[in-house]
């Protein structure tokens, strides 16, 4: 007759098939929210930055400007711009809505520092490129606040990508984790 297995053992498993199934899942969460954020607020806006750096500046009249919470389930003190302008470039016309170099996210202060100025003024200066005049940006700056955010995502990424290694380690040893000594 085959033994039933005490509390404790059957515990330990309940513990060991948790282990193998949430370490790999919280893994792949974390390095993939990590890589999203250094893309999003490092590599992706250097790169923008960089090639608006011969870019020609022309007077635009904003169309329509809203501030809006970025992260509403979050208290971060970030808002995005939601803005159009319009701008005449060789006396044709168009209209952009690109605020920055992070797609509209800026920090709470300069937001409402940006959206005071539009209205008590409504004429800004924007950003064209030479070659395709359709594209534009207001600031072609870099945030360096929001670029600080790079920082704890690449620790995001670090930490996803060390659960990930261990997870698969963890997998790859058929024993128990939990050893008799």
Known sequence: MA???????LRLKIVEIALRVLLPLAGILLLSAGVVGVLSFGILPLVERAG??????APATVIHHEVVSAVRALPVPVDRIELRYRYAIDGRQFEGSQYGVHRGLE???RSQAFIGSVQAQPQIAIWFHPDDPGRAMVRRDLNWRLFAYTIPALAMALVG???VLTSMLVWNDRRSIFRKT
Do not use: I, K, Q, V
């Open 3 to 9: 033994s039933r297995p005490n509390a404790t053992t």
């Open 52 to 57: 608006a750096a011969e870019w020609r500046s």
């Open 107 to 109: 920090s709470r202060d």
């Open 161 to 163: 990508g060390m659960l």
